[in-house]
């Protein structure tokens, strides 16, 4: 819970500030809405803008690893393992988050979310061979 409100400030913080200080909201689809003077024109109309897909993403990675890193902390692992395990999860989603809303080259998004889901996976590895030789 502690780590999950961290990453989703970070997030909210990231999109906030590359949106705002240029008077300037990117949707998701791309579309752009631009501020003149002190109205903002409408180039078209959107239903999500890109923050809400950003929180929306981290949303379905980050609960399923909160679940299996629980599960996986009650295993009993070894300490550096853990902690190697945890804090490239959250490198990793850092990374992707940052590259997701400054629309970085596609490869730093895509290998950031595999990284993500290789930490999960490990995991999800190390519960079930400890569950299944109980």
Not at 43 to 57: A, D, I, S
Not at 102 to 123: D, K
Request: hydrophobic share 50%; net charge positive.
């Amino acid at each position: 819970m502690y780590r999950r409100k961290h990453v989703l400030v970070f997030t909210l913080l990231v999109c906030w500030g590359i949106t705002s200080d240029r008077g300037v909201l990117m949707s998701g689809s791309g579309n752009w809405l631009c501020k003149l003077g002190r109205k903002w024109e409408k180039k078209e109309v959107v239903q999500k803008t890109k923050l809400t897909l950003c929180h929306q993403n981290d949303l379905e990675n980050i609960i399923p690893f909160v679940v299996i890193g629980l599960l996986y902390a009650l295993t009993g692992p070894e300490l550096s393992t853990a902690l190697l395990l945890f804090r490239l999860f959250v490198g990793s989603r850092f990374i992707h988050t940052v590259s997701y809303v400054m629309a970085l080259p596609q490869p730093s998004r895509g290998l950031s979310w595999m990284v993500g889901m290789a930490v999960t996976f490990c995991m999800a590895y190390r519960v079930l061979t400890t569950a299944l030789l109980l």
